[in-house]
């Protein structure tokens, strides 16, 4: 028995010293499913991350033409400095949206050739504590907050476990020089749910990248953990969606034509994807950050003019806020580090990183031009199937992309001149459905795209563009109602642009009942600039034939209840009748007087009769207290012909003029009238002696009026005789409708605030101020006192005693009464 126990021993101690004898230390790691409940994805967040990897895909695939941008610092190891750079990357993205899909370079993990710092996950302290739990806590957070920013990020896969804390939040992976031979991250590459880049060798071997493609675009079976950390069998089923990294070598750079040209051939060979990226540092920079530049600038040259450029279809770039690099401090002494300065790999500043960007933004417009150039009618109809092709599925959130590029194909089409075969409308008819589609999308940027179609069509055609302006104007027409200010005016302002090259007059019925008829205010008002644009740019020969519906338009724009239709109305009108002066009678004969107020044009004379230029009112006040004859004014006959003032019939009807007065210690809205009646042609009477030596005469003209505003505590010198005369002498400034009816003072007044029964919900204020003013209209003479020809007007003597401060009571301010006539 003792023997068997000292074997057995001697066998557990063995064991002891085969098994974790390397081992130091474990510690307990936090499961992925407890960081990910800890610092959840966001709804804005997952938007920006679905958003980022739908592009890059459709780039990859050759789907959209932009290009794939990976920028950003080479390691990420101050996450302050890292949203500050996020920030300035975000505001270049959003410009540059149309050429390039921008994702930010955020590396956590870094591969050593021997040893050195591994990455933020790895140590977040710098300080070899290797804090792992509390790496991957910051690298989550990071990921959220730039993704909130509406940034998609892309990361260097090098650890197979750590891609389950934060891959739901990346766009875009790398596997590294280091790792692209290695099979489980082939395998972990399989199962992934982002584009994937391969990089070729450090020694430049670009053979085991397009390996490595062929084995992760395969199932494969292999070991891993859960969300919960467990260990477990993974069965995956392959990632479409791989590509190539050029990133030079031992022995220099690779991204000349000529190595592109060989790598595509050597892609397209083995079966999968040709299309490649280009790194911009590592080996092609030969480790010198300031040759970055000079990589981009032979990428943009092989975009714009060579045919390899349609094969690259990303870039890679090392770039921070500051440029260059510096060492950990070897004293632990964080604070000596310089902000925004990467601890790893050297890389360009943000200003040149711009200016690279620049250039590879106008590298991808070229490649577009050299797409589409066109041989002739065959070459145009072979490229247009393909972009039908693309065109013809449903759109949603995950075609949105691949519709917006090939609209975008079109464009380029009609550019390089494929309206001058004579095949063009009938081929680009099978596309009006998918323009049309486009047009009233939700989407911002779609809508904008197919409207654009729209433009450069009728720039290229004029007007020749009628026989698909007639399917793509009403769905046009209907973005100028939309709820949001962008869609409305975006779509004034491409039809405006489609009337102003192609004419296209038969949208004019169309327009005028849009802008006359239509409900919505917003429609009115858009629908009356694009009539604007009608009257102004068709000829009078192609307008003729719509005079009557322009004119009809107009008319009903002047008195809408939405100000911006009826100011583009009046212009509507200023422009109509220059261009069409023989019919401004007939035109202005069917305007309703309320159409007519709004155009400020006076009612036509009678047929016969005489209108006479009427002097201003303070002259022929002056001229009756002056007791002088007014000057002569010339007579205006019917026909146009002018007589002297002296053969105008002497019989004057006086004008009434009804000046209200509103009361401040009475009922609400009481008003008091006061009548005053003042000849508008008066004769000059001899000198009479009762209203020239008669003080009781003077008394009793101002006894009316101070009686009046006594009664109602009106202040007298706001609204006695002298302060009605301003108001009523801008009355006279507008024309004066000379055939309108008699009616008494009081009726007037009345008349002037009743509303008109063709007055809109919105009366513009000048309308409505005039409205309110006394009317010009004649009334009955007053009854006759003793002398048939004694001026009404008061006396100069009689102003002057009610401009004086009333002392005493309301008796005492009436004065004497006048003696009955």
């Known amino acids: 028995m003792s023997t068997n126990t000292s074997n057995s021993h001697r066998y557990v101690h063995a064991l002891n010293e085969l098994d974790d004898v390397n081992i130091s230390r474990i510690r307990p790691l936090i499961p992925p499913q407890i960081l990910m409940e800890d610092l959840p994805l966001t709804e804005k967040a997952a938007a920006t991350i679905v958003k980022g990897r739908k592009a890059a895909e459709a780039i990859i695939q050759g789907v959209d033409d932009r ?118 991250h082939r395998e972990l590459s399989s199962g992934m749910s982002v584009p994937i880049g391969f990089k070729n060798g450090t020694d430049g071997n670009v053979k085991i990248a397009i390996d490595a493609i062929k084995s992760a675009e395969s199932p494969h079976c292999f070991l891993s953990v859960t969300k919960q950390g467990l260990s477990a069998i993974v069965e995956t089923q392959g990632n479409k969606h791989c590509h190539i990294i050029l990133r030079g070598g031992v022995d220099g750079p690779n991204f000349a034509e000529s190595y592109v040209e060989s790598y595509t051939q050597q892609l397209l060979k083995a079966g999968v994807n040709p ?124 075609t949105w992309g691949q519709i917006d590029t090939a609209l975008k194909g079109l464009i380029s089409l009609v550019q390089a001149g494929a309206t001058k075969f004579e095949t ?86 169309r327009i005028c009942d849009a802008a006359s008829t239509d409900p919505n205010k917003t429609v009115r008002a858009s629908a009356a600039k694009l009539l604007m644009a009608i009257v102004s740019c068709c000829t009078v020969p192609e307008l003729t034939p719509h005079l009557a519906l322009v004119e009809g338009a107009i008319a009903s724009g002047v008195v809408d209840a939405n100000p911006d239709a009826r100011t583009t109305a009046r212009q509507s009108y200023e422009i109509y009748i220059k261009r069409f002066a023989a019919r401004v009678e007939l035109f202005h004969a069917a305007l309703s007087p309320t159409a007519r ?93 009762a209203v020239a030596a008669s003080d009781d005469a003077t008394a009793a003209a101002s006894s009316g009026v101070d009686s009046v505003m006594s009664s109602q505590g009106a202040n007298p010198e706001a609204a006695g005789v002298v302060a009605e005369e301003p108001a009523a002498a801008a009355a006279d400034k507008a024309p004066h409708d000379s055939a309108r009816p008699s009616a008494s003072p009081t009726a007037t007044a009345h008349a002037s605030r009743a509303p008109s029964p063709d007055a809109k919900a919105e009366p513009e204020p000048e309308v409505a101020a005039a409205a309110s003013e006394p009317s010009h209209a004649t009334a009955s003479p007053p009854p006759a006192t003793g002398d048939a020809t004694e001026p009404t007007c008061d006396a100069p003597e009689a102003v002057a005693e009610r401009k004086q401060p009333r002392r005493g009571g309301a008796a005492a301010a009436a004065g004497p009464k006048r003696p009955a006539s």
């Open 597 to 689: 107020k709004y155009l400020k044009i006076g009612a036509p004379p009678a047929s016969g009769a005489q209108t006479t230029q009427r002097l201003p009112l303070r002259d022929r006040i002056s001229a009756q207290r002056a007791n002088t004859k007014p000057p002569v004014a010339e007579v205006q006959q019917a026909d146009g012909s002018s007589a002297a003032a002296a053969h105008r019939p002497k019989a004057v009807r006086p004008m009434a003029r009804a000046a209200p007065l509103l009361s401040s210690k009475g009922s609400a809205g009481a008003v008091a009238q006061v009548t005053l009646s003042v000849a508008s042609e008066p004769k000059a009477p001899e000198p009479s002696p």
């Open 275 to 398: 299309r490649l990226m280009v790194d911009c540092s590592h080996g092609n920079s030969s480790k010198d950050f300031r040759k970055q530049p000079i990589v981009s600038d032979s990428i943009a040259h092989q975009l714009s003019a060579t045919e390899t450029g349609r094969y690259i279809s990303g870039v890679m770039i090392e770039s921070n806020l500051v440029e260059g690099s510096q060492s950990i401090p070897s004293d632990g002494d964080l604070s000596k580090l310089v902000y925004g300065m990467s601890v790893t790999d050297a890389c360009v500043n943000w200003d040149d990183t711009v200016k690279m960007l620049d250039n590879l933004r106008e590298g991808v417009r070229n490649r577009r031009r050299r797409a589409a150039a066109l041989a002739n009618g065959s070459d145009f109809e072979g490229k247009f199937r393909t972009l039908l092709t693309k065109l013809d599925v449903v759109e949603g959130e995950e």
């Open 424 to 509: 063009f409308v009938p081929t680009m008819k099978q596309a009006v459905k998918h323009i049309n589609s486009a047009i009233i999308s939700e989407r911002t940027r779609l809508s904008g795209t197919a409207l654009t179609l729209m433009e450069e069509m009728a720039k290229q055609m004029e007007t020749r563009f009628t026989p698909l302006c007639d399917m793509v104007f009403p769905s046009a027409m209907k973005t100028c109602g939309r709820a949001n200010k962008v869609f409305v005016t975006r779509g004034v302002n491409s039809l405006t642009t489609v009337i102003t090259y192609s004419h296209v007059p038969e949208q004019t019925p």
């Open 67 to 184: 290009l794939l941008v990976v920028v950003g610092p080479c390691s990420i190891h101050n996450p302050a400095a890292a949203l500050e750079y996020a920030d300035s990357l975000r505001a270049y993205a959003d410009t540059a949206a149309e050429d390039l899909c921008i994702v930010m370079r955020v590396y956590f993990e870094k591969p050593r050739t021997t040893v050195g710092w591994k990455g933020l996950i790895n140590d977040p302290d710098l300080n070899n504590n290797y804090a792992i739990n509390k790496g991957l806590r910051k690298a989550r957070t990071l990921l959220l907050d730039i993704s909130e920013k509406g940034l998609p990020a892309g990361c260097e896969l090098l650890d197979t476990i750590s891609p389950q804390y934060i891959g739901d939040l990346i766009s875009w992976g790398a596997i590294g020089a280091r790792t692209t031979e290695s099979q489980v």
